[in-house]
């Protein structure tokens, strides 16, 4: 998301390779870009190359491309719809200009970032005073148990309201387990992750890393991150081949490309990590929140395994690298057997062992 002007079709382009239209309001499209992007990860290239499977399936993340028209934040008119899709959203990657553009005028990200991010803040307010007020009338109904589950409910809104009031997002707020499942179904805006993409020109990658640094010191939140991408140079990268690419970098003194660590931040914000399924057949990345264990991952890839788990059989990535095989792993005694309750690790590779007949 972004506000007009900022380029963030084309920081989408760059981060999925596709074609969006750019230049000019896009908020009159039937329905927003989407697209599926494969999260970079040189472990499951590696495992790949010990293995030789048929097939290598990485991770993805789907990313949408909002509009948000332009004068929105000064009158408090963003549409419902837009704001549904944002809700709808797990983490938001916000778009700001930090490149001249004549025609904007001189670039002020932080100013559009508070704009955007006051808007978000009275939008989670208004719904609060909303639900507060019908919990003040109709709450005091029911059974005995849906009346302490309002009150519960009511007092946790009473004590968020004052801390929106006060331009304080709820990402920021602390908040326990019960406390977190009881907001689940809200979605706030500002309760959600947050990485800002500081879109920047080729006369300020040199200075890239800076701006970021800066960037985070100013926008010190839990569950943020600062990153400057030069969106038009990265979405001609994403458009060329792998050979091509390296030369057009080599031209530009760039190291890799941006859009992987902006993706992979994207992954991190979300508080997920990969294990891996590995074997001649295939290799695959497999999607987990920090915390889940290794029923978590059994279902993660078929549900059958989950309900029949038996163990998991568990080597860490490093680990069978070294060794350079499972076989190996096995014999020094480095794959090791664990139970439901296994806290699954980044870079954990797995083998679910279970009984059919469950």
Not at 63 to 85: F, Q, S, W
Not at 94 to 104: L, Q
Not at 139 to 150: Q, S
């Amino acid at each position: 998301m972004g506000l007009p002007g900022s380029g963030k079709t084309t920081v989408f382009n760059a981060l999925t390779g596709a074609h969006a239209d750019t230049g000019g309001f896009s908020g009159g499209r039937a329905a927003p870009n989407m697209g599926v992007v494969k999260v970079p990860d040189e472990r499951l290239d590696r495992l790949s190359e010990l293995f030789h499977p048929r097939k290598t399936t990485p991770a993805d993340v789907t990313y949408v491309d909002v509009a948000i028209p332009a004068g929105a934040t000064r009158e408090g008119t963003i549409n419902p719809d837009v704001l549904a899709l944002v809700r709808n959203a797990d983490a938001l990657l916000h778009v700001a200009r930090a490149f001249d553009a004549a025609a904007e005028g001189p670039p002020d990200p932080w100013r559009d970032v508070e704009a955007l991010d006051l808007e978000f803040t009275i939008a989670d307010l208004m719904v609060i005073e909303k639900r507060l007020e019908k919990l003040r009338t109709s709450g005091r109904h029911g059974t005995p148990a849906e009346r302490e589950a309002n009150a519960q409910e009511e007092a946790l809104l009473a004590r968020l309201e004052p801390e929106l009031s006060a331009g304080r997002p709820l990402r920021a707020v602390a908040l326990s387990d019960e406390d977190e499942l009881r907001l689940r179904g809200y979605r706030f805006l500002t309760q959600k992750p947050v990485l800002v993409v500081l879109n920047i020109d080729e006369g300020q990658l040199a200075g890239a890393s800076e701006l970021e640094a800066a960037g985070r010191v100013r926008y010190a939140q839990p569950q943020t991150d600062v990153a400057a991408l030069g969106g038009k140079i990265e979405a001609e990268l994403a458009q060329l081949s792998e050979a091509d690419a390296a030369l057009f970098m080599e031209d530009l003194g760039i190291a890799e490309p941006s859009r992987g660590r902006v993706i992979r931040l994207t992954y991190e914000l979300l508080g997920l990590f990969s294990f891996f399924t590995a074997g001649d057949d295939e290799c695959r990345a497999w999607t987990l929140r920090r915390g889940a264990t290794s029923v978590d991952a059994a279902a993660a890839v078929h549900s059958d395994l989950a309900r029949g788990f038996i163990r998991a059989e568990v080597v860490t990535y490093d680990d069978l690298i070294a060794c350079g095989s499972m076989a190996e792993a096995r014999k020094r005694g480095l794959l090791r057997s664990e139970g439901k309750t296994y806290a699954v690790r980044d870079g954990d590779v797995i083998e679910v062992l279970f009984n059919v007949a469950r």
